[in-house]
């Protein structure tokens, strides 16, 4: 079992940047792959990215790659989400979630999540 808890999120300005955060506790947190989601209102929960186990390894959204960045400190039990040059279509409710497989991009394949933190982008 992990618990995940994601924090970081706000109210920011278009061309502004946010760091997310999600701490793990429970069992191992190296032996998940992390995944970041975001749902928006009256949307699918979309995926973002994901990281492998020891974080060398990274699979993003097409559409942001090149502004969002991942990456995780096992020492930590955390796993970050850098946001730049943000968009008011980015404003949604991030999710962090965890897996024992590699790379997954569907939020359906994995099996713990966090309760999701609040991204407002205003324009």
């Known amino acids: 079992q992990v618990q995940l808890v994601e924090s970081g999120g706000g109210l920011v300005q278009a061309g502004g940047s946010l760091r997310l955060s999600c701490a793990a506790s429970g069992r191992t947190f190296s032996s998940y792959a992390m995944g970041w989601f975001r749902q928006a209102p009256g949307k699918e929960r979309e995926f973002v990215v994901a990281?492998?186990?020891?974080?060398?390894?990274?699979r993003y959204a097409d559409s942001l790659k090149g502004r969002f960045t991942i990456s995780r400190d096992n020492a930590k039990n955390t796993v970050y989400l850098q946001m730049n040059s943000l968009k008011p279509e980015d404003t949604a409710v991030y999710y962090c979630?965890?897996?024992?497989?590699?790379?997954?991009?569907?939020?359906?394949?994995?099996?713990?999540w966090g309760q999701g933190t609040q991204v407002t982008v205003s324009s």
């Open positions: 990281v492998s186990w020891t974080g060398t390894r990274s």
């Open positions: 979630a965890a897996v024992n497989r590699y790379p997954v991009v569907v939020a359906t394949g994995y099996d713990y």
